[in-house]
């Protein structure tokens, strides 16, 4: 079965700098996708960012970006110019694509804190 | 606008009540999903269907029900069987062909 592990509960980070949060996972498949999702105190899950398996090329959006390391399945997120409005729950999450219904499993949430 | 809705936004059940929690989508997606969220912890799938009048069990099923009428709307139904029902429910959807799930504003189901 698949895993998703975070193992940063809790990160900080100033506005405007850099922080990176960390996501292992754990399959046998080689054809799957990773998702970074954000959750704000609103609670609603939004899209970050997303990787395909099969494409070695990291995958960017703005001032979000992943290194995606499949040998070591490793998925970190690397937000660069932290804003006050990216305080939020992050979660990763390992999906493999399958006529049963393509499954989102997700890591337990890393919390981060911008502060000015 | 298009998008997910989740109704009602908190929901409070009686001991040995039944309760329904609605997700309704306007983007025409063929997939939709139900997990639950509790404290400290991720998502976990609790049923989901890929065409209308067929659904599957997720990892945590037991307690629940749902039904898909129509391509627009999947309800859950949070069963008096369902001993420890206090949760926050994410209804989510996924295009034909696509990967991605796009997620709803979520329900807070309290337990009075």
């Known amino acids: 079965a698949q895993t998703v592990t975070q193992s940063q509960p809790e990160m900080s980070v100033q506005e405007a700098e850099t922080v990176t949060l960390s996501c292992t996972y754990d399959t046998s498949e080689s054809n799957y996708y990773l998702f970074w999702y954000k959750q704000p105190p609103s609670r609603q899950m939004i899209l970050v960012i997303r990787q395909e398996a099969y494409k070695q090329q990291n995958a960017t959006e703005n001032r979000f970006s992943v290194n995606f390391q499949k040998a070591a399945k490793s998925f970190s997120l690397k937000i660069s110019d932290s804003q006050l409005g990216d305080t939020a729950m992050y979660f990763c999450a390992f999906m493999k694509p399958n006529r049963g219904g393509d499954k989102l499993i997700f890591g337990t949430g890393t919390r981060l804190q911008v502060f000015p | 606008d298009g998008g997910i809705t989740q109704s009602p936004k908190y929901l409070f059940r009686k001991e040995g009540q039944n309760v329904t929690l609605s997700c309704e989508q306007n983007l025409n997606h063929d997939a939709m999903y139900w997990y639950r969220q509790d404290p400290g912890q991720g998502l976990r799938l609790i049923y989901y269907s890929q065409i209308v009048n067929d659904f599957q069990k997720g990892d945590i099923a037991e307690g629940y029900s749902v039904s898909r009428e129509k391509k627009e709307s999947f309800p859950l139904t949070v069963t008096s069987a369902q001993k420890n029902p206090t949760a926050f429910y994410l209804c989510?959807?996924?295009?034909?062909?696509?990967?991605?799930?796009?997620f709803g504003p979520g329900t807070r189901l309290l337990v009075l």
């Open positions: 989510a959807s996924r295009p034909r062909g696509g990967e991605t799930q796009y």
